[in-house]
């Protein structure tokens, strides 16, 4: 049973950095895309950005000059820091596994197909003065 | 403004059918790029429901199903139980955006 446990500093003062750590547990690590999702509070989700094991990664581009990803392939960890962070970072940040094959062979496709099939539990970030 | 576009809210009652829309555009669904559904009950984190448009997980019953015809997709419940009341998102990818994008979500009350 793969689980992610992630972990992290829930309050910031504005202009500093937020940083997280997803722990992957009970399963691959090469395999996948390593998602990094906030909610704001009672809003929807937001898409931040992914890892893969060799480094690969992707952003959201109005968050692209802020955020840095990174992996430890020895712990089976991946990171998040995001700089300069104001009121509006302050969201629920999850950490989840990204796939696009379901490992039965019935659905296979490529990079932009791919979907968050397990999610960590989830850290509030407060940021306020 | 989230590019897919979904209900703020649906309900239904009890054993009932209900259906959630998710509207995209020609840079995402239009573009043949798959919709996945998340379910996420209050306080938690968000669970897998249905990827590939149509796939369900592992221990996701088959009262749940979704379907995609060209920039819309819909994710249908029948047999409405109180346990299904929640906020589901649609996802997919946007070209334009170059982003892994999420519908703005639909509350479903179960009443």
């Known amino acids: 049973q793969v689980q992610l446990q992630q972990w992290g500093a829930g309050l910031l003062k504005p202009s500093e950095t937020l940083s997280l750590t997803c722990a992957v547990y009970?399963?691959?690590?090469?395999?996948?895309?390593w998602i990094w999702i906030r909610q704001p509070p009672g809003k929807g989700l937001e898409w931040i950005g992914e890892?893969?094991?060799?480094?690969?990664?992707n952003f959201h581009r109005p968050l692209k000059s802020r955020v840095t990803l990174s992996v430890d392939t020895s712990k089976n960890q991946f990171s998040l820091k995001m700089s300069s962070v104001t009121a509006a970072d302050t969201a629920v940040y999850f950490c989840?596994?990204?796939?696009?094959?379901?490992?039965?062979?019935?659905?296979?496709?490529?990079?932009?197909?791919?979907?968050?099939?397990?999610w960590g539990e989830g850290t509030t970030v407060t940021v306020s003065s | 403004q989230s590019v897919l576009t979904q209900p703020p809210s649906v309900s239904g009652a009890p054993g009932q059918r209900v259906t959630i829309s998710c509207t995209g555009g020609?840079?995402?669904?239009?573009?043949?790029?798959?919709v996945h559904w998340y379910q996420q009950v209050a306080g938690t984190a968000p669970k897998l429901l249905i990827y590939?448009?149509?796939h369900r997980p592992s221990g996701v019953p088959d009262r749940i199903s979704g379907s995609k015809s060209g920039t819309s997709a819909s994710l249908a419940i029948s047999g409405l139980q109180a346990e299904d009341e929640a906020h589901y998102y649609c996802?997919?990818?946007?070209?334009?955006?170059?982003?892994?994008?999420f519908g703005g979500g639909t509350k479903l009350t179960v009443l």
């Open positions: 020609s840079s995402n669904l239009g573009t043949g790029y798959d």
């Open positions: 009970g399963g691959s690590f090469t395999d996948y895309y």
């Open positions: 590939g448009n149509n």
């Open positions: 989840a596994r990204g796939r696009n094959s379901n490992g039965s062979g019935t659905y296979y496709k490529g990079y932009y197909f791919y979907y968050m099939d397990i």
């Open positions: 996802q997919s990818y946007d070209s334009l955006s170059g982003s892994r994008v």
């Open positions: 890892i893969n094991h060799s480094g690969s990664t």
